[in-house]
């Protein structure tokens, strides 16, 4: 493996992960993406204890195979007998090399190398659904969409990947119009914004087919953008209202939120009188990018199966979303409160979430971005905060 993130590409590169060892072949593989990886054992695995009739899982793009590899082995283990494993990557190239890695696996396993597009219809027509659907994808996976949440059972899960991160982060605004239907800005909540821009394009979806879908986690290392979803039967009662505009102040970094259901004016910012003017980006899923309950038991799951599986990176990821719901997107980097304070360090992190609930402000350490805060304070509060606390040293 390369441990400076390069491509592996040697063809007989011999690979372990978690419990699986495979051949990693001439194809695409990112040992930096373990992460996905590892949530993606865990997700299935959680599953799978969880349910009450056989199930179907679909590695849409599968690579080497080694999701659903790990799926077989780690979430499934003795207890096989009643899970098909679907596998399909796009590249007939790659179907030997997923058939070697997969053939010593006890459950039963569906090849393929289609389009994912013609799977997935195909599927829908016969009625096979899902209950998991990994989606890794390249570049957007927007148009497929609407089929994966079709090929999906009701509470089955999806997790998706988008490497697109032009559009939904408003370096491509015309890009963003074309793929996301929304209006994309720049933010320094950069990688939040693009997960919000791309749960709101899955729940418009859902909602299009009049079923709901509950966000588990997001996150991103700002080059993949990564959503694990429940579909859901029913629009859950109000969801509605989780879609809506994110604005902010480019000059003075004034945040607000407003859900398309009650939208209305947008008040003045900070800045002096018509000087501020706001940069809109949405519609946006404004609700929380977070199940927290869920990460409690990914991660006592993941502390169970011991690092060898779960990797301490994936497990400080876990514990970092698991702190930050993600329940408010008015978000700010310390590093722009301290240039907004005339200069100087920036907060301490832990230490101004404690200071803004003191105040009787939500706040947490956003778990998306490093060193950002995420709280309903408005920015003058926040920054006389952080003010107190300069003034107390810290
Ligand atoms: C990001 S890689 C998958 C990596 C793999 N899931 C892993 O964890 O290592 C994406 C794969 O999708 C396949 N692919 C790209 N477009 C596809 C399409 N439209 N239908 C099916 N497969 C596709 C590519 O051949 C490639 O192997
Ligand atoms: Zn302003």
Redesign the pocket.
Same mark, same amino acid.
């Given at each position: 493996m390369a441990a400076d993130g390069t491509l592996l590409t040697s063809t007989d590169h011999h690979y372990r992960e978690g419990l699986a060892e495979f051949s990693l072949g001439p /194809?695409?593989? &990112?040992p930096e993406?373990r992460p996905a990886?590892d949530l993606s054992v865990l997700l299935a695995r959680h599953q799978k204890a969880r349910a009450t009739q056989p199930l179907r899982w679909l590695d849409l793009? !599968? /690579?080497?195979g080694? &999701?659903a590899l790990r799926w077989g082995l780690e979430a499934l283990g003795s207890d096989a007998a009643e899970t098909e494993l679907w596998i399909? $990557? /796009? $590249?007939p190239d &790659?179907l030997p090399l997923i058939q070697s890695n997969v053939q010593a696996l006890g459950c039963s396993t569906r090849l393929s190398a289609e *389009? *994912?597009d013609l799977l997935l219809y195909r599927s829908i027509l016969q009625r096979q659904r899902f209950d998991f659907i990994d989606l890794? !994808?390249?570049g957007a996976s927007g148009s497929l969409i609407q089929p994966v949440l079709q090929a999906l059972r009701f509470e089955g899960l999806l997790f998706l990947a988008s490497t697109d991160g032009r559009s939904p982060t408003g370096h491509d605004r015309v890009g963003a119009i074309r793929s996301l239907g929304a209006a994309a800005r720049v933010h320094p909540a950069s990688w939040e914004m693009a997960l919000r821009q791309q749960i709101g394009l899955v729940a418009r979806q859902a909602w299009l087919l009049g079923h709901g879908v509950q966000p588990l986690f997001s996150f991103s290392e700002g080059r993949t953008f990564r959503l694990a979803l429940r579909l859901l039967r029913q629009i859950p009662a109000g969801d509605e209202k989780k879609l809506g505009l994110v604005a902010r102040c480019e000059r003075c970094g004034a945040q607000r939120v407003q859900p398309l259901l009650k939208l209305s004016g947008w008040p003045a910012c900070h800045c002096l009188e018509g000087q501020g003017r706001w940069s809109i980006s949405g519609p946006l899923w404004i609700g929380p990018l977070q199940e927290e309950p869920l990460l409690q038991q990914l991660i006592a799951d993941a502390q169970d199966l011991g690092l060898q599986q779960i990797s301490p990176v994936t497990l400080r990821l876990l514990r970092r979303l698991q702190a930050d719901p993600g329940d408010c997107p008015t978000v700010w980097p310390t590093d722009e409160l301290a240039s907004r304070l005339g200069g100087g360090g920036p907060p301490a992190l832990g230490r101004l979430v404690q200071a803004l609930h003191a105040e009787g402000y939500r706040a947490s350490a956003s778990g998306v971005m490093p060193a950002q805060v995420r709280t309903d304070a408005e920015l003058p509060q926040l920054l006389q905060i952080c003010t107190s606390l300069r003034g107390e040293g810290i």
């Open positions: /194809g695409f593989f &990112r993406s990886r793009m !599968a /690579g080497c080694i &999701r399909n $990557d /796009g $590249d &790659r *389009a *994912a890794d !994808a390249f």
